[in-house]
């Protein structure tokens, strides 16, 4: 049995159908000079019909979990399709599914684009990620969670930057937006990320004079050797950034 798909809040702009670029314009996005017409928002009762039939066609992406969908998708479906989809239904139903906190979540996780054979074709760009962990954090935060949902963005923006391989501050250059909380959130993450470096390079360069294994370093500093496994494996990685220009 098909899921009725959810009614979604609307972030400022959706995902667009014919890129499928990003589930919303970053906050850094330029200030028209004239503001647009404001877009119509997707109709639940319009979408509804096109997002259960892509659900019997391809319940890989479109099924009870949601994936990811490469750039492009809107062009694919309707080639695969033609005499079955009408071009502008299928835009009215994927800005509807794209809009929806199950799509922005599966963005926000890192998982990669998807086709429609359900393999993995392309990384999520790191702005594209941030911009939807922003994005439910607001949806999350407006239904007044009761837990702490800043604490719970800052360690998901902490992995998104480690899973990006970037280096914090590049990361941070690349997705600052206008949203001055965000970017404050987002400024001490970095700082602590940066804290925390510093700590482990300092206990890497202390292993490596020592001329001890790791177990016998570990005794030494009174660590436990996972612990200290963990930080010297950090700091190797950090420094495999730096070489690679990463930084």
Known sequence: MTETPETPETPETPETPETMEAPETPDNAPTPAVAPK?????????????????AGLYPQLFGAVFQPLKRGIFQDLLQA???DLDAAAL?????FHTRSTRYLVAVAEGRQRHDLAGQ???PMAPEHVHHALL?????RQARGGKDDLVATLRRRIAHAIERSGLAPQAYADLVRGRDEHANRVLDEVVQEIR?????????LRAFEASARTVAEFADMYGMEVRLAEQALSRAQRARARVTTGAS
């Open 81 to 83: 399709h033609p005499d």
């Open 120 to 122: 993995s074709v392309e």
């Open 38 to 54: 404001a877009r119509r928002r997707p109709q639940q009762s319009e979408a509804l019909p096109v997002l259960e039939k892509l």
């Open 135 to 139: 994005e439910v954090f607001r949806r």
């Open 195 to 203: 804290s925390a470096a510093a700590k482990d390079e300092a206990t």
């Open 91 to 95: 835009k009215t139903a994927l800005a």
